[in-house]
């Protein structure tokens, strides 16, 4: 059975950095997608970054330049290290992850496995 466990969330000040990490156990494929996404109360689930087997990853505009996804194949772990946090960014965090290409355009709907979130809260 496919685990998502994540870590790293907490508060930070505008300007701050932050890690997270998505630990994956039960299940291992050569094609992959994985990708972060956030939420706050009452919007929809949004797509952050993205990285794939085959596709080169990928930026929501809004985090481009600040925020990088990583994956490290070795440990089975995937990460996002966040950096100048903006208020903005303020959100549950959530890592996803399928054993297939990504599709062009990813949305929750893709995804058949999930981490429980991990807050991340920027006071300005």
């Known amino acids: 059975q496919v685990q998502l466990v994540e870590s790293g969330g907490g508060s930070v000040q505008a300007g701050g950095s932050l890690r997270l990490s998505c630990a994956v156990s039960?299940?291992?494929?050569?094609?992959?997608?994985m990708a972060w996404f956030r939420q706050t109360p009452g919007k929809e689930r949004e797509g952050v970054a993205i990285?794939?087997?085959?596709?080169?990853?990928r930026y929501a505009d809004s985090v481009k330049g600040r925020f990088t996804i990583s994956l490290d194949n070795a440990k089975s772990i995937l990460y996002l290290q966040m950096d100048k946090l903006q208020p903005e960014d303020t959100a549950m965090y959530y890592c996803a992850a399928d054993f297939s290409v990504c599709p062009f355009i990813a949305t929750p709907a893709h995804f058949p496995y999930w981490g429980q979130g991990t807050q991340v809260t920027v006071s300005s």
């Open positions: 039960g299940g291992t494929s050569s094609r992959y997608c």
């Open positions: 990285i794939g087997s085959v596709y080169s990853t």
